[in-house]
């Protein structure tokens, strides 16, 4: 079920006003400086009152006869080339210089990663994310199928154990295997600068709570579709239709601009449909990024929508093959992860959650997060009001 918003959203007006400003100042500086040259003012028949300002003072300055000799026709045809050249050169510089850090910022596709989790594939520890023993990792290299491998903490979670990856959270102080909040975080940095169409995810079961009020930070202008996921876990009979009021309301108190609203389950696959032709609508051409906080279900999402997509689209089944892992452990996706499913160009990412401090997950211990999760519907109850 699609709760429609109208569309709010206007790119440029998010643009902030000294970026441009220290963007362009050094060219119009070099380039659109007028020359003053004193040659010119020579040739012209006016008489030194009829010039401006400055450029009397500098004629009058001079004594006749004194002074440079006047440049000719040719010596200012030159001069005009030569500053045409430096002004071609400077915004060649100018350009290579931002492509460099588009590189840097870019999500860097080119180390092997575990297909499941997203981590940098390694041989060297075995309790640490992505390992893989040196014999399938050579082999695997040599048939060229890095993407295909599943490191050793993937093959785990896939079989219900709980191993935490993130450090400072769930009691877990931190150690050489584990990696930080900050460092997660950090891996998401690139995306305000990148033109993309982000899905964020909301959890129906703490909406306040996994909500990421501060998601421009991450998103920049980018437009965003809202995804409010777990909607199987709410009391039978639930009024959809109330529970999109809220959730709008909700959100234009918190002054989030967004295409639409979608109530989901990657369960039941309610909702999943109306996102899928929500993302192919409004991608045009860019990348999609599935973001949110920890454990809203990202993974899971991205699976109900390739197993949608799948029925209409090779691509995406395909792409159902090596998806991302999903674990009911806060920290699964421990780097971006990049899938194929579109035909008509842009990728789709897996992101790692963002790991907020005032979280359940951030204070128990990831053993005992499975049984403080809900496995089923939740149970509404009515108490009597009593007045006194
Ligand atoms: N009932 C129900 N459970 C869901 C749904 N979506 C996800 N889950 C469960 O929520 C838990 C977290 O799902 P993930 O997909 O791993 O969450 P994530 O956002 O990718 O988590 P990180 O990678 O740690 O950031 C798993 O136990 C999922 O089975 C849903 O729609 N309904
Ligand atoms: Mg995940």
Redesign the pocket.
């Known amino acids: 079920m699609a709760l429609k918003t109208p569309s709010t959203f206007l790119s440029p007006l998010f643009l902030p006003k000294h970026y441009t400003l220290s963007i362009f100042n050094p060219v119009s500086l070099n380039i659109y400086r007028k020359p003053t040259p004193l040659s010119c003012k020579s040739t012209h028949s006016h008489s030194p009152s009829q010039l401006p300002l400055s450029d009397t003072k500098l004629l009058s300055s001079e004594p006749e006869g004194t002074g440079a000799a006047s440049p000719t026709r040719g010596d200012r045809f030159l001069e005009r080339q030569q500053a045409d050249e430096a002004a071609k050169l400077l915004i060649k510089e100018i350009k290579k210089t931002k492509k460099k850090t588009k590189k840097v910022l870019k999500v860097n596709t080119a180390t092997a990663c575990c297909y499941g989790c997203g981590a940098p594939l390694q041989t060297s520890e075995v309790d640490a994310p992505g390992f893989v023993d040196m014999d399938t990792y050579e082999l695997k290299k040599k048939h060229h199928q890095l993407r295909t491998i599943l490191c050793g903490r993937c093959r785990l979670l896939s079989h219900g154990h709980m191993i935490t990856a993130v450090g400072g959270n769930g009691g877990y102080s931190g150690g050489k295997q584990f990696v930080s909040a900050d460092e997660l975080r950090e891996k998401l940095s690139h995306l305000r600068y990148e033109k993309a169409l982000i899905v964020k995810l909301v959890d129906i079961v703490d909406f306040n709570g996994s909500f990421l009020s501060r998601v421009r930070d991450l998103a920049g202008a980018n437009p965003i579709i809202l995804v409010v996921?777990?909607v199987?876990?709410l009391p039978k009979g639930t009024d959809f239709n109330c529970v999109g009021d809220w959730v709008v309301e909700a959100i234009t108190k918190k002054k989030l601009n967004v295409l639409s609203v979608h109530l989901t389950?990657?369960?039941s696959l309610v909702g999943i449909a109306g996102v899928a032709s929500e993302i192919q609508k409004e991608k045009k051409g860019r990348d999609v990024y599935i973001l949110?906080s920890?454990?809203?279900?990202?993974?899971?999402?991205i699976s109900a929508l390739l197993k949608m997509m799948a029925q209409r689209d090779p691509a995406a089944a395909a792409a159902q093959k090596y998806k991302p892992i999903?674990?009911?452990?806060?920290?699964?996706?421990l780097g971006p992860i990049q899938i194929d499913p579109f035909l008509g160009g842009g990728k789709l990412y897996d992101t790692?959650?963002v790991h907020l401090h005032h979280r359940q997950a951030a204070v128990v211990h990831s053993e005992d997060l499975p049984i403080l999760?809900p496995q089923s519907r939740l149970r509404g109850q009515s108490f009597p009001v009593r007045f006194v």
Request: charged residues 15%.
């Open positions: 996921t777990k199987d876990l389950s990657s369960k949110g920890a454990n809203v279900g990202k993974s899971a999402f999903q674990s009911a452990v806060p920290g699964t996706t790692p959650g999760a």
